[in-house]
């Protein structure tokens, strides 16, 4: 997870871009200047660049701006107020206009465009970066299709199960490649907690997902690892005795 939420603005400043104000003096590399920016010159860009190509590991579809963008979905997570998410949101979609007319290249609506605060934007963007779902990558690079072509049961999961797990991460990824791969493979996830939005990664190829406490507890007495590894063994033979004891049923 990304706590910036600059546009790539710092990133693109270090890798030799220009940002300007209006009087031409530097606009800042924070997501506090993008409102300021109003001239990009790339002229001074690192000339490897030219010999780079970039292959960026995605984990989300957000677009840049709007209700699904990086502003009002990630924002308040890390604090923010809606006037705040507002002000956020507001520059930048100021800094990719200028951005897409001074590279020639659209991008605001590209899925993933939001990533870590508009980082996917500026890969795209600026260096032609091509955003793939990180999912995919690691899938591919192990080789987890031929296993999931012959399996009955896909375990998946990860510490919080949310609306973003519904958008292209890991185990949301994992759980569409299993239904292709073998259409009757039962996925179920195990997660430390889970939100009321949580339920959409049913349509996302989780058949149930499975919150792992057993009793109020703290945030340090839940990642305690003892309490963790006990949570975890606990939930999972029950979701196995159950799914054992409906095989018999059915037989």
């Not at 600059?6 to 924070?30: E, H, N, V, W, Y």
Request: with cysteine; aromatic share 4%; charged share 15%.
């Amino acid at each position: 997870g990304s706590a910036t939420n600059d546009c790539g603005l710092g990133m693109l400043t270090a890798l030799g871009f220009r940002f300007q104000k209006a009087d031409g003096s530097p606009a800042g590399i924070l997501g506090g200047s993008l409102a300021a920016v109003a001239a990009i010159d790339g002229t001074a860009a690192d000339t490897r660049l030219a010999d780079c190509t970039f292959e960026i590991a995605c984990d989300v579809t957000n677009p840049l701006c709007g209700p699904a963008g990086c502003s009002r979905v990630f924002g308040p997570q890390k604090g923010a107020t809606e006037a705040i998410v507002a002000r956020m949101d507001g520059d930048i979609h100021h800094f990719a206009a200028l951005a897409e007319e001074a590279c020639g290249t659209a991008g605001q609506d590209m899925p993933g465009a939001g990533a870590a605060g508009g980082l996917g934007f500026a890969f795209h963007v600026f260096l032609n970066g091509r955003l793939t779902p990180g999912i995919d990558l690691i899938l591919s690079a192990i080789g987890i299709d031929k296993a999931l072509a012959k399996a009955d049961v896909l375990v998946t999961g990860e510490g919080r199960m949310d609306q973003q797990t519904a958008m292209g991460k890991a185990p949301a990824g994992v759980a569409q490649l299993a239904k292709a791969c073998q259409p009757h493979c039962l996925t179920l996830a195990l997660c430390g907690s889970a939100t009321p939005e949580a339920e959409r990664v049913n349509a996302h190829g989780i058949d149930a997902y499975f919150p792992i406490l057993h009793a109020p507890m703290t945030l340090s007495e839940a990642m305690d690892r003892a309490t963790a590894e006990r949570n975890l063994r606990q939930t999972i033979q029950q979701v196995m005795h159950l799914i054992h004891k409906a095989a018999e049923i059915s037989a």
